[in-house]
């Protein structure tokens, strides 16, 4: 998928209705990091201990999502580099060494996080242990990445994310929900008593430093004309859309998530904390089938992110060497190599799940502000935007945005600890 190399000159995008679907893809890509098994957690936290009352935080953190993927993504359209091929090339070599470094680690970081879900899941479906699962799970996801094309991992992607939802629809149907209380909480925020630590790990789980990478690579799948300003504001438009499309899709699957918990454990004055524990208190308050599905949704939300998390591996490794993301450069495919085996390494080493999760989080939350504010550097700099330079409010928000989710996932961390 290298923009520049393939890029098809003579290629104008036809105007109509249906030049929408055309475009619909990379930003379900970038939704998969927002329905991870990281979010599953907090947000079964959420609805278990605080009903629908934490619903507004899913509301708010698509909105915050919304603006800087939006934003990222307007980085790899304008100037045909994803964030680390811009880092690269428009940073000091001082700078974007370490830079893309620490995106590195985060995206080990971020692999470690999703193998683990995906382990946990085999594990509710078949009583695979957990070290044996995450090695299926690594398999399995490097199989697919190191032998397919973009628009296949895409479509596969796709099809899991409509699963997924499928997938909560039909648990939705099997409970009582009161959609007064879940309408009320979407739109008016509340802060019970106790709930500040999972507001904020609901609204830090959001923003990921890999998904930022990876919006601004894979939005390039459609291979532009770079050359034609009309193609250019184009895609701008069809990418707002997408994104805004694909947040809301995000939007409704955790909200469904908290939905759940609220309507089946909040309702029986049970607090769940653990992917195991709600999966098996399930079978005894909706039946057999409800845990059955949430398993397998689990599973597949794990082997999706896991998957999307090494396209960014990859992204970064191979932006240390000025190039995009293909799946057939040796670059990119030792990026994925190096997402994938040292996460599994270290769940092997560490042995248990819940530790592995704390240190994948710890270095999470010190590498995201260095990825958000590196971002903002760029989309504000008229040497690489040009004309579609940020303007002065969208770069004050955007420097409001990054400033709240870094001390919202450092307030996360120190509490942990």
């Not at 278990?48 to 993504?73: C, D, K, P, R």
């Not at 309507?263 to 909706?286: C, G, H, M, N, Y």
Request: proline share 3%; hydrophobic share 55%.
């Amino acid at each position: 998928m290298k923009l520049l190399d393939k890029l098809k000159i003579n290629h104008k995008p036809r105007s109509g209705g249906l030049d929408l679907l055309k475009y619909i893809g990379p930003g379900l890509l970038v939704t998969v990091g927002f329905i991870d098994p990281g979010n599953w957690a907090t947000n079964l936290a959420a609805g278990s201990e605080f009903g629908y009352a934490l619903l507004w935080v899913v509301t708010f953190s698509s909105i915050m999502l919304i603006i800087i993927q939006h934003n990222v993504a307007h980085l790899g359209i304008v100037t045909g580099l994803c964030l680390s091929e811009a880092t690269n090339k428009y940073m000091p070599r001082t700078l974007s060494r370490p830079i893309l470094g620490s995106a590195m680690l985060a995206s080990i970081s971020t692999s470690l996080a999703e193998i683990l879900g995906g382990a946990i899941a085999l594990r509710m479906l078949f009583s695979i242990p957990i070290k044996i699962g995450a090695v299926i799970v690594t398999v399995a996801c490097l199989i697919m990445l190191l032998s397919n094309t973009y628009s296949k991992i895409e479509r596969w992607i796709i099809m899991f994310v409509s699963i997924i939802g499928l997938s909560f629809l039909y648990e939705l149907a099997l409970v009582d929900v009161n959609w007064g209380q879940a309408v009320q909480g979407w739109v008016k925020p509340s802060f019970p008593e106790n709930s500040m630590l999972i507001i904020m790990s609901v609204l830090g789980a959001v923003v990921m430093p890999h998904n930022l990478f990876l919006h601004s690579e894979v939005i390039q799948s459609r291979e532009w004309n770079l050359e034609d300003e009309s193609v250019i504001k184009k895609q701008l438009k069809y990418e707002f859309y997408d994104t805004l499309l694909s947040m809301v899709i995000g939007w409704a699957i955790n909200s469904a998530m908290i939905i759940l918990a609220a309507a089946t454990f909040f309702k029986e004055k049970i607090a769940v904390d653990e992917l195991d524990q709600a999966q098996q208190l399930l079978v005894p308050l909706v039946g057999n089938n409800a845990g059955v599905i949430f398993a397998a949704a689990l599973l597949l939300a794990g082997i999706s992110s896991t998957i999307t998390s090494g396209i960014a591996g990859a992204s970064i490794f191979a932006g240390f060497y000025g190039e995009a993301y293909n799946h057939k450069d040796l670059h990119s495919k030792l990026g994925v190599i190096l997402s994938f085996v040292p996460a599994l390494l270290i769940i092997f080493l560490i042995g248990d799940p819940f530790k592995g999760l704390i240190l994948s989080q710890m270095l999470l939350s010190v590498q995201l502000p260095i990825t958000v504010f590196s971002q903002v550097y760029l989309t504000s700099s008229k040497k690489v935007m040009g004309q579609y330079v940020n303007s002065r409010s969208t770069t004050i928000l955007l420097l409001l945005l990054g400033t709240m989710v870094t001390v919202l996932n450092i307030a996360l961390l120190i509490s942990l600890f």
